[in-house]
Structure formats: C-alpha cells, structure tokens
C-alpha cells in the first residue's frame, strides 16, 4: 500500500529503525531528527530541508522517515515523490485531474521531493517545477529536497530565483561517505 507517495521499499523508513540498524550519518541524521522534534513550528513557518550528496548515502531514507512520522502522528498533509515520477503524474494527467494533482502538490503542508535534478531541464517542465516551488514558497510550505547535485550543477541547472527560495527557509544537510545501499533495510 502507498501512502501519502512511500513505496514499499521505504515503509520500514521510520527514526526507529533506523536507529537499531545504526546511524552511519550520526550528524546529518541528528539534524533530520532535529528538525522532526520541532515539526511543528516547522510546518507553521514553512521550513525545510535539503539533502544534498552522494549516491546511496541515506537522503531518501531520512526524508521518508520525516514524512513517515507525519502519517504517524496522524498529518497526511504530507507528500513524498521523486520528481522525475511528479513531472510524469502532471503531463499523464489532463483538465480537473491535473488541476487537483497540481494543487496538492502546491498545498500539502510537507512536500519531500526526491533526486533534484533528475528531470528535463527546460521549457514547459522547468516553468512548471518552478511554479509549484515559488507558490509552495509564497504560501509558507515546507519543502524537502534530495539531491545529489553540488551547488555548482544547481546553479547550471535551475534560475537563481528558485535556488534562492530553496536556501532561504531550507537547512542544507550534506551527506558524506560510501553507498550504503542495501545495508539500510527493514530491521
């Protein structure tokens, strides 16, 4: 079952057991944690999170958690997509139905969009992305991002308008070290 966009592969993505199986990220994963502890005044204030670095080294899992924290406490105004998925799901759908999806994507309280900079990069899809971005901004949304760009393949790739609102109530979080994909499993 998905719930609120967690694939199956990350219903095991909560703070809990990601503990038991070991931190390998103790400081990246302390402010995650750290921004959960003050999750509301978080949502009220629009803040976010940017997961930035390597491939396999534990964004997406850490951004599931958050969003699996939410469904707990019981806010499913909360959304996780990739945005290569997200991009897919607006041009797939067509009038009142890409309407809706669009205004979801604009509204819900926490968005986590995952892998930044997957997507085409230009025309109609770039204007799109920037929009639900400026009005996430604009309307005080909290937004996590995943990436693996570095801030200079950031900067070649969306306008400076946009990066500015993805820093100006955004935490960056950088992660360091090895792939540690298939060691973060269920517990």
């Known amino acids: 079952m ?8 990350y219903h095991w993505a909560t703070f809990e057991n990601i503990e038991k199986r070991g ?4 400081q990246a994963y302390s402010k995650v944690l750290a921004y959960v502890q003050n999750l509301e005044q978080n949502l009220k204030n629009g803040n976010g999170l940017i997961l ?9 899992t850490l951004a599931a958690a958050v969003v699996q924290h939410m469904i707990r406490i019981g806010n499913t105004s909360c959304h996780f997509v990739p945005l290569a998925s997200l991009l897919d799901e607006i041009f797939s759908r067509k009038g009142d139905d890409q309407k809706e999806y669009i205004h979801q994507l604009k509204n819900c309280k926490l968005l986590v969009i995952d892998d930044l900079g997957q997507e085409y990069g230009e025309g109609w899809v770039q204007l799109k992305f920037e929009n639900i971005i400026s009005e ?12 693996n760009l ?10 400076e308008r946009i990066i ?3 820093r100006d109530n955004s935490d960056i979080i950088n992660f360091t070290g090895r792939s540690l994909r298939g060691q973060l499993r269920a517990v």
């Open 23 to 26: 931190i390998p990220e103790k």
């Open 164 to 166: 500015d609102r993805f």
């Open 136 to 147: 996430r901004y604009n309307r005080c949304r909290s937004t996590i991002f995943t990436s």
């Open 2 to 9: 998905i719930k609120c966009g967690i694939y199956e592969r």
């Open 150 to 159: 570095s801030a200079e393949k950031m900067k070649d790739r969306y306008t």
């Open 52 to 60: 930035k670095g390597g491939v396999g080294t534990g964004k997406t």
